[in-house]
């Protein structure tokens, strides 16, 4: 039988870019959108659970395209750096089950993660159990798109201290040996493979970001084995030379924005490719935070320095006319929650609060090949929208409050509802 719910709203934002539509009624079949417009143009049916969501502005639900579920975070963790070496992958779980919630309770219907690491391996089947569960009802949460890390021996995921053994497949080296690890990571059931082709800036070792982390013959390997399974690669880049490299490779996504050229800028426009900026883990909130906690001072400079430089690239990006995807590499900090900062951090750098929305909508969907179901509040989709109280268009931090966000919707089902308070 089919199941109908109407939905009012005092203004429509359906992510495509188009002019907001006053007094909108979105009505929603069997967990996907039949029509959504002004609301005297559709009529509420007499079968219809109508949902009123007064003068809120009606909006997709958001997606970020770069965390790491399964990660200890500052907002419940005192020593981070020993959360991450000491627990094991079902604890990680654990973690990672009160994190999804906390980002659907923040309006967040779809995320990514990018896998991680502990002495005892990966997560990434761990975290392909959770958003099973997700899917099936067993527990709430958002939509999950689940990565596997492939990555090579001293890599920048290779960071744990020399003394903690590593297991068996933590990384690979060598064509033969990619194409092995990379069938066996997308055998334990992701959706999409990640690597690392420079170096990077965060980890608590003196790791240099312009290391070469992988060869173009192992590359081009792991992205010949996803793609022939149907799957996306993302790569983690910080160097000109990775981000032209992960072209060259087949690399889907480009993962962070931290330097760039005018080649690598032209390179990048040509292929079409998008950017995950994450730039919220470089801000000076997280820098405080982390040198609250007694992190090296050595770390905490070089974040200084790349939190200029990041905001310059995303600017020469968003110049030059470069799609952006939003994600924001929530991990150990910043706190799981204040994801939708991201976006504020877009619009303080140039782009106008609907392009800032896009990017975690419309831009998000298409990036990850989700453009067929998700993104936009369109007819055919799955109807993922929240009910803001207050206009983001108006104030992008509005989608940082969680009182203001009084309604989540994911699949046409209520999964969060704030309209009482």
Partial sequence: MTQTVAVRGGLLIDGTGAAPIPDPLVLIEDGRIKSAGHADGNSVPNDATLIDAGKCVLMPGLMDLHVHLGS??????????????????????????????????????????????????????????LRDSIANGVLEGPRMI??????????????????????????????????????????????????????GTGTYIKEDFRSRNITAEELAVLCDEAHAF??????????????????????????????????????????????????AFRQQRVIDSRRARG???????????????????FQRYHKAGVRFAMGTDTHVDPPFGQNAYELEIYVDLGLSPMEAIQTATMNAA??????????????????????????????????QRKERIRLVIKEGAVAVDRRAA
């Fill in 295 to 313: 992190i090296p001072e050595f770390v905490l400079q070089r974040m200084e320095q790349y939190k200029v430089l990041c905001s310059e690239s």
């Fill in 146 to 199: 689940v990565g596997g890390m492939v990555h090579v021996t001293g890599s920048h995921f290779d960071f744990l201290p020399l003394s903690i053994q590593r297991p068996p497949d933590f990384t690979a080296d060598g064509p033969a040996e990619f194409r092995k690890l990379t069938r066996k990571t997308l055998r334990n059931g992701v959706d999409f493979l990640k690597t690392c082709i420079s170096g």
């Fill in 366 to 399: 298409d990036a990850i090949g989700r453009s067929k179901d998700l993104g936009t509040l369109e007819p055919g989709k799955y109807a993922d929208l929240l009910a803001i109280e207050g206009n983001p268009l108006d104030d992008i931090t509005i989608l």
């Fill in 72 to 129: 200890a975070n500052v907002s419940f963790c005192q020593d981070t750096d020993l959360e991450q070496i000491t627990r094991t992958p079902p604890e990680m779980l654990c973690y990672a089950v009160r994190h999804a919630r906390i980002l659907l309770e923040a309006g967040f219907t779809t995320i990514r993660d990018l896998d991680y690491v502990t002495p005892q391996g990966h997560v990434h089947a761990s975290m392909a159990a």
């Fill in 230 to 279: 149907g799957k996306l690669v993302a790569a983690h880049c910080h160097t000109p030379e990775s981000i032209i490299m992960a072209i060259d490779g087949g690399v889907d996504t480009i993962e962070h924005c931290v330097f760039v050229n005018d080649e690598v800028i032209e390179r990048v426009l040509k292929a079409k490719k998008y950017v995950v900026p994450t730039l």
